[in-house]
T-cell receptor, first 115, second 113 residues
Framework: EAGVAQSPRYKIIEKRQSVAFWCNPISGHATLYWYQQILGQGPKLLIQFQNNGVVDDSQLPKDRFSAERLKGVDSTLKIQPAKLEDSAVYLC?????????????FGQGTRLTVV | GENVEQHPSTLSVQEGDSAVIKCTYSDSASNYFPWYKQELGKRPQLIIDIRSNVGEKKDQRIAVTLNKTAKHFSLHITETQPEDSAVYFCAATMSGGYQKVTFGTGTKLQVIP
């Protein structure tokens, strides 16, 4: 089966600019996650969708980050305006079942560098 | 919320030796514990998982143990090989209305040939 697709793979922007990342989960996966992984750290959940609804965005810096999952399939994550500390890899993941504990499949990630 | 601690942060072993990585969690509601391997520049991938109704699970050279009472679980890699070099993440998962996953901080394993 096809994996989780993310684009772009790399992005370099100046601080205060805006940026958007795109994710296409595995077909049929209801749950979609966006994680931020700073170098040397574990993935930190930013936002979790169940179909097209948000179930957890408690760690999303809502003053600058936004995400949507229209039609319950693809998702975009936006940062506006970016700060230096936003430099990280942004990982998208998806899983099949809504409430059962199942494996999360990760995309390759988008490496963001803010200069 | 859930808090997952992982130790050690770095681990170097000689090829053929065993490696052990330990994690503790805080919320007794967590009931699924996956382990992910992330090679440099690549995506995290599941290598083994364990559910709370099981104390130990083995898959070839890797095994995971779970102690629910003490709220800790461990990854064991035997007969390590250079291709085992990577960063390993543990995670604790709880389910309710939706699945909530909390990752550990990662262990960088280096297997020295």
């Amino acid at each position: 089966e096809a994996g989780v697709a993310q684009s772009p793979r790399y992005k370099i922007i100046e601080k205060r600019q805006s940026v958007a990342f795109w994710c296409n989960p595995i077909s049929g996966h209801a749950t979609l996650y966006w994680y931020q992984q700073i170098l040397g750290q574990g993935p930190k959940l930013l936002i979790q969708f169940q179909n097209n609804g948000v179930v957890d965005d408690s760690q999303l810096p809502k003053d600058r980050f936004s995400a949507e999952r229209l039609k319950g399939v693809d998702s975009t994550l936006k940062i506006q305006p970016a700060k230096l500390e936003d430099s990280a890899v942004y990982l998208c993941a998806s899983s099949f079942r809504q409430s059962m504990n199942t494996e999360a499949f990760f995309g390759q990630g988008t490496r963001l560098t803010v200069v | 919320g859930e808090n997952v601690e992982q130790h050690p942060s770095t681990l170097s072993v000689q090829e053929g030796d065993s490696a052990v990585i330990k994690c503790t969690y805080s919320d007794s509601a967590s009931n699924y514990f996956p382990w992910y391997k992330q090679e440099l520049g690549k995506r995290p991938q599941l290598i083994i998982d364990i559910r709370s109704n099981v104390g130990e699970k083995k898959d070839q050279r890797i095994a995971v143990t779970l102690n629910k009472t003490a709220k800790h679980f461990s990854l064991h890699i035997t007969e390590t090989q250079p291709e085992d070099s990577a960063v390993y993440f543990c995670a604790a998962t709880m389910s309710g209305g939706y699945q909530k996953v909390t990752f550990g901080t990662g262990t960088k394993l280096q297997v020295i040939p």
